[in-house]
């Protein structure tokens, strides 16, 4: 396929902007038994037959366990100033309460080490999706007792790894937790809840609170959350439409935004729903942040549930008795994985949250984007990155405060219920071999990198 050349050199971006690259640890490391590691909710589920496309599972991963050295060899060949990866909390506290396993918390001390050798910024994630069997099998985030466990568990790694560590992120992307892990049941821990699913929004809000303060209390630098957002955009012009795109965008970009920024749900009839003493929480949940980080993939175009709407979004089952319905956006081209390719949907999200928030909202960092080809000449996902990068200097020429930017992601993997059959990477790994071969699109982000340094660098005279 022959793509129009791209428009010429990025802009420059400010001098400081840092570079970087995102990953998980479920999807990545594999050694799921090994070292005293406990099974997470995401180990059962992937278990159980027909769950993961094709039947793979997170024992793998990308051998990133043993790997590591060679992957952060990849990150400072290409001269990435972070790496975004995740802490397993069943690694680091095996039953999710009680005794920590040490070689667990090893692991995480030897690749922040490898990081900061190489000159490279490590941001962990505590939380991206693998829950401690024993507290899933308990209620998982239905629970409120998880949310204190979290924080215990946040102290104890924020102790170990405190000292080298620069950025933070407490939990990855509530909303798919909560949306396609308990009410749509296609992710771990596969619950069907449907709008019985709130708790598990508001535990983890409440998770994320504990854990600022924890982390705090153990001097952790700046402290952060990746929130996915997608700007819904409306389909038809009914009431029926405006009332559906209306209760996505509260469900999907609101629903953890309001109550991290203002201390507050989007709508009353959201708090009545949450469990616990909701007021109080919600001061927990405020807790101020450093910085709100942003995953963005493309719009949304929402409606009355109607005949045309997607039984089957971005791979996920639509049950027909949600109050909206989600429609097919035309016009745009598509990624492998079907998802339609939107630039400008990054600034009008970046634009959205700023006149949401005004100066309630803390500098943004862009957590993850990135984009599903298959090929190692990559031609597709550099455009999808170059036209991104655009569109996020056009937003800061508007004027927001954006002060980072990571690709997801670095190698393929195993992408959750696509098992192997999604490639996000800059990197391709041959899966039964581990062989990691860098794709077209990894030489041209190194040369963005480098440029990019060149045009903040002050010339001479
Ligand atoms: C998740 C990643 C995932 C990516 C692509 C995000 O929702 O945080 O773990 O691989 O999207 O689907």
């Not at 570079?19 to 909710?41: I, K, L, Y």
């Not at 009355?304 to 081209?333: N, T, V, W």
């Amino acid at each position: 396929m022959t793509l129009p050349p791209l428009p010429g050199p990025l802009p420059a971006f400010p001098p400081g902007f840092l570079w970087g690259v995102s990953a998980s640890a479920f999807q990545t490391e594999g050694a799921a038994t090994r070292d005293g590691r406990g099974p997470s909710g995401w180990d059962e589920f992937a278990a159980q037959p027909g769950r993961i496309k094709d039947g793979s599972d997170g024992s793998l991963g990308t051998g990133f366990y043993d790997r590591y050295r060679e992957d952060v060899a990849l990150l400072a060949g290409l001269g990435a100033g972070a790496f975004r990866f995740s802490v397993s909390w069943p690694r680091v506290v095996p039953d999710g309460s009680g005794a920590v396993n040490p070689a667990g918390l090893d692991f995480y001390d030897r690749l922040v080490d490898e990081l900061c050798a190489h000159g490279i910024a490590p941001v962990p994630t505590l939380y991206h999706w693998d829950t401690p069997l024993p507290l899933e099998r308990a209620g998982g985030w239905l629970n409120r007792d998880t949310a204190h466990r979290f924080a215990d568990y946040a102290s104890t790694v924020a102790e170990r790894l405190a000292d080298r560590v620069p950025m933070w992120i407490t939990i990855n992307e509530p909303a798919e937790v909560t949306l396609l892990g308990y009410a749509l049941g296609e992710h771990a821990p596969g619950r069907k809840l449907l709008f019985d699913a709130l708790p598990a929004a508001h535990h983890q809000l409440l998770a994320h609170g504990l854990a600022v303060r924890a982390l705090r209390a153990a001097t952790a630098a700046e402290i952060g959350i990746a929130v996915s957002h997608s700007p819904v955009r409306t389909a038809g012009d009914t009431e029926e439409d405006r009332f559906g795109a209306e209760l996505y965008d509260s469900v999907y970009n609101w629903l953890f935004a309001d109550p991290l920024l203002t201390g507050a749900y989007p709508d009353e009839n959201f708090a009545a729903l949450m469990p616990g003493p909701v007021a109080e929480d919600l001061k927990v949940i405020s807790s101020p942040l450093d910085w709100y980080g942003v995953n963005y993939y493309n719009p949304t175009l929402v409606g009355a549930p109607a005949p045309e709407a997607l039984d089957s979004f971005a791979g996920f089952d639509m049950p027909g008795e949600l109050p909206f319905g989600i429609r097919q956006i035309e016009g745009y081209e598509m990624t492998d994985f079907g998802w339609p390719v939107v630039p400008e949907g990054l600034r009008d999200m970046l634009v959205g949250l700023k006149d949401r928030f005004g100066d309630r909202l803390p500098p943004i960092r862009i957590t993850e984007n990135g984009c599903g080809y298959d090929g190692i000449e990559d031609t597709r996902r550099i455009a999808f990155i170059d036209g991104h990068l655009r569109a996020l200097h056009a937003a800061m020429a508007d004027g927001i405060d954006v002060r980072a930017y990571f690709i997801w992601s670095l190698t393929d993997n195993l992408e959750w219920i696509e098992g192997y059959g999604q490639r996000f990477g800059l990197v391709h790994v041959d899966h039964p071999t581990m062989r990691r071969t860098p794709k077209d699109s990894y030489r041209w982000y190194r040369d963005v990198i480098r440029a990019q340094h060149g045009l903040s660098r002050p010339t001479a005279g």
